[in-house]
C-alpha cells in the first residue's frame, strides 16, 4: 500500500536490522515493559509475517517513497490476551526517533485503519497504549477514535507492579469519520 509520503509493505530481511535498532533504543520502547535483544525482534518480525498469512493484514513495514529508508512499522494485529474487549484487531505503530514529529504515524494509521475497514472487513478497530503516552494517544484521537474511561485496564502481559500496566483503551467503528 502506499500514501502521499510512505509505502507500507510486508517485511525483508533487510529489515531485521534497523527493526532491532529502534527495539533496543530506550527512548522509542519508553511505554513498552522492556526493550527487546536482536533474537526478540526478529521473532517479533516472524509472528507478524505469519499474522499475514493467517489474516489477511499485519503490521506492514514503513519505507519513506522518496528515500526508501525504513522508519519502523504501522498496521493492524489481532490482539487475544484476556481483556473485556479482546478479541479484537488493534491498529498500531512503531517508528524510528528520526521519524518522529513528522506526521508518519497519522498517515499510515489512517491506510491502515482504511485497509481495516474496506478491504478486511471489520466492524471495529481499537488502538491501546500506556496511560503516560501521550503521542500515540494523539495519534489516537487525531484518528478521530474514542475513548471512555470505564474502558481503561489494567494490561495482563504486564508486570503487577509495573508502572506501564495502566492501559486506556481507544474505538472506532466503522461508519465513524476518520478526522483529518
Same mark, same amino acid.
Given at each position: 500500500m502506499e500514501t502521499e509520503r510512505l509505502i507500507m509493505r510486508r517485511w525483508r530481511d533487510d529489515d531485521r536490522e534497523p527493526f532491532a535498532a529502534m527495539n533496543a533504543d530506550a527512548e522509542v520502547m519508553e511505554h513498552f515493559p522492556a526493550l527487546l535483544t536482536r533474537s526478540e525482534s526478529d521473532?517479533?518480525?516472524?509472528?507478524? &509475517?505469519?499474522?499475514?498469512?493467517?489474516?489477511?493484514?499485519?503490521?506492514?513495514?514503513?519505507?519513506? $517513497? &522518496?528515500?526508501?529508508?525504513?522508519?519502523?512499522?504501522?498496521?493492524?494485529?489481532?490482539?487475544?490476551?484476556?481483556?473485556?474487549?479482546?478479541?479484537?484487531?488493534?491498529?498500531?505503530?512503531?517508528?524510528?526517533?528520526?521519524?518522529?514529529?513528522?506526521?508518519?504515524?497519522?498517515?499510515?494509521?489512517?491506510?491502515?485503519? $482504511?485497509?481495516?475497514?474496506d478491504?478486511?472487513?471489520?466492524?471495529?478497530?481499537?488502538?491501546?497504549?500506556?496511560?503516560?503516552?501521550? $503521542?500515540?494517544?494523539k495519534v489516537m484521537e487525531r484518528l478521530g477514535m474514542t475513548r471512555d474511561i470505564a474502558d481503561d485496564f489494567y494490561h495482563p502481559r504486564v508486570a503487577a507492579d509495573s508502572p506501564q500496566r495502566p492501559h486506556v483503551l481507544y474505538r472506532l467503528r466503522r461508519g465513524q469519520a476518520l478526522m483529518a
Open positions: 521473532g517479533f518480525v516472524d509472528r507478524i &509475517e505469519a499474522g499475514f498469512e493467517a489474516h489477511g493484514y499485519g503490521l506492514w513495514a514503513l519505507e519513506v $517513497r &522518496e528515500s526508501g529508508e525504513f522508519i519502523g512499522l504501522t498496521g493492524l494485529v489481532l490482539q487475544t490476551f484476556e481483556a473485556p474487549f479482546t478479541p479484537a484487531v488493534e491498529v498500531g505503530w512503531r517508528l524510528a526517533k528520526a521519524a518522529w514529529g513528522q506526521g508518519y504515524a497519522i498517515e499510515a494509521a489512517r491506510e491502515a485503519v $482504511r485497509y481495516g475497514f478491504v478486511a472487513g471489520l466492524d471495529e478497530i481499537v488502538s491501546i497504549t500506556t496511560v503516560g503516552n501521550t $503521542r500515540s494517544r
